[in-house]
């Protein structure tokens, strides 16, 4: 499944490598190319990259990731598991 701008998504952090919400706020099917070759925007490297609203509960709430792969490693998205049946 691609991801959609809106989805809620885990984001493993780069440093110490904790799982936090997201919210993917550019996916491959929104990426605005006007914006990309301003400079406004960076590019995303391939249909699963997305860039990401990331969410904390520390004194630093929230902070941007740009070009997040999909994986299980530190500086990457990934579905919430599911649960219930």
Same mark, same amino acid.
């Given at each position: 499944? *691609? @991801?959609?701008? +809106?989805?809620?998504?885990?984001?493993?952090?780069?440093?110490? %490598?904790?799982?936090?919400?997201?919210?993917?706020?550019?996916?491959?099917?929104?990426?605005? @190319?006007? +914006?990309?070759?301003? %400079?406004?925007? &960076? &590019?995303?490297?391939?249909?699963?990259?997305?860039? *990401?609203?990331?969410?904390?509960?520390?004194?630093?709430?929230?902070?941007?990731?740009?070009?997040?792969?999909?994986?299980? %490693?530190? %500086?990457?998205?990934?579905?919430? &598991?599911?649960? +219930?049946?």
């Amino acid at each position: 499944m *691609l @991801p959609t701008v +809106g989805r809620v998504v885990h984001y493993r952090a780069k440093t110490r %490598g904790y799982v936090l919400p997201a919210i993917v706020t550019v996916s491959a099917d929104s990426l605005d @190319p006007t +914006g990309v070759e301003l %400079g406004h925007i &960076p &590019p995303l490297s391939s249909d699963t990259h997305v860039h *990401l609203h990331v969410m904390t509960a520390g004194a630093q709430v929230q902070y941007q990731e740009f070009d997040v792969p999909q994986g299980d %490693g530190p %500086g990457t998205w990934n579905w919430p &598991p599911r649960v +219930g049946g």
